[in-house]
């Protein structure tokens, strides 16, 4: 089997004059987290869409799990799981109930439906909840239950389409505890996500896509360097030492914030420029209130990339 597990060259879907995905390419490895993060519009759930044979594109190659999502949509759906960004369960029965009816839907015998979602229940905590109906269940548990629900199949590639929206931060935490529970088991997660801090916790790589185009690809780390890489930041006990300091410091490019008593710049050896800047600070007798090495955040990438049209075009 080749190390690919969602392949997409060139995906095109068009809906009148608007150019949904306008020449996508994705590549996600086997056993991962690949998250694609964009703002409002860029063309994420058009991708899923299209991954998941929910929709048909206009062109280009797509393949998930080596079948083709056009030629081979059957073959895709019996290795793909889908969490859509609402949940897809009934209020009125309880965990087991709606397990145990999805599994029926994928065509399981009663028996097997009935041990698969003994087996799904356990596996994220819910077997607790007795009969409770979900229309009960707090964000978090029902998030549980519906990632659950779209696991009936054991799918070797799992789509998540924004899973956290409107979960609080116990709840998200919970999903992304089962999320790393699932990679570490093997399967293969595509996630689309408004929250950059859950791509920055459970992505391996990450896509940056803008006017259905991808704009950048990589880890987050190496993702993080496109701002400028890691930052010291120092903030002074007095504001009128501020001139003495900054040509005191051991670095270039400071800038510096008057109002905040904060002297900022990048770094390049994150180690050697905070010993550095700490030993120039205490030999000219000026205090700090704190130095920290500060890498930059998804956020600041996000903006970067996406808060100019020129400047995605460019990075494009």
Do not use: C
Not at 23 to 47: C, E, F, I, M, S
Not at 138 to 147: F, T, W, Y
Not at 166 to 185: F, H, I, K, T, Y
Request: charged share 25%; no cysteine.
């Amino acid at each position: 089997m080749a190390d690919t597990a969602i392949t997409v060259e060139d995906a095109r879907k068009t809906y009148g004059t608007e150019h949904a995905l306008d020449g996508l390419d994705l590549h996600v490895t086997w056993g991962t987290v690949h998250a694609v993060l964009g703002p409002n519009g860029a063309g994420k759930t058009t991708l899923v869409r299209t991954l998941s044979t929910l929709l048909r594109p206009d062109g280009g190659r797509i393949e998930v799990a080596g079948h083709d999502v056009l030629t081979e949509a059957r073959a895709v759906r019996r290795r793909i799981g889908l969490l859509g960004q609402y949940a897809a369960l009934d209020e009125q029965l309880d965990g087991r109930q709606n397990l145990e009816m999805f599994a029926r839907l994928h065509h399981l015998g009663a028996r097997h439906a009935r041990v698969r979602a003994a087996e799904l229940l356990d596996r994220f905590d819910l077997t607790g909840t007795g009969r409770t109906p979900v229309a009960r269940y707090s964000g978090g548990m029902r998030r549980r239950l519906d990632l659950a629900a779209s696991l009936i199949t054991d799918p070797e590639v799992l789509f998540l389409d924004e899973p956290t929206t409107g979960l609080d931060p116990r709840g998200r935490a919970e999903v992304w505890a089962a999320v790393r529970s699932l990679v570490g088991g093997g399967t293969t997660v595509l996630l689309t996500t408004q929250y950059l801090e859950e791509a920055d916790q459970l992505a391996h790589r990450i896509a940056f896509v803008d006017h259905g185009r991808v704009v950048t690809d990589g880890t987050p780390d190496e993702l993080k360097t496109l701002t400028g890489g890691d930052r010291i930041d120092v903030v002074l006990r007095d504001a009128g030492q501020l001139g003495a300091a900054v040509a005191l410091l051991p670095v270039t490019g400071v800038s510096v914030d008057t109002d905040r008593r904060l002297l900022s710049a990048p770094v390049a050896d994150r180690m050697s420029a905070l010993s550095g800047v700490v030993r120039a600070l205490e030999a000219a007798g000026i205090e700090a209130a704190d130095v920290a090495l500060r890498r930059p955040t998804l956020d600041e990438v996000f903006l970067h990339l996406t808060g100019d049209e020129n400047r995605v075009k460019e990075a494009a």
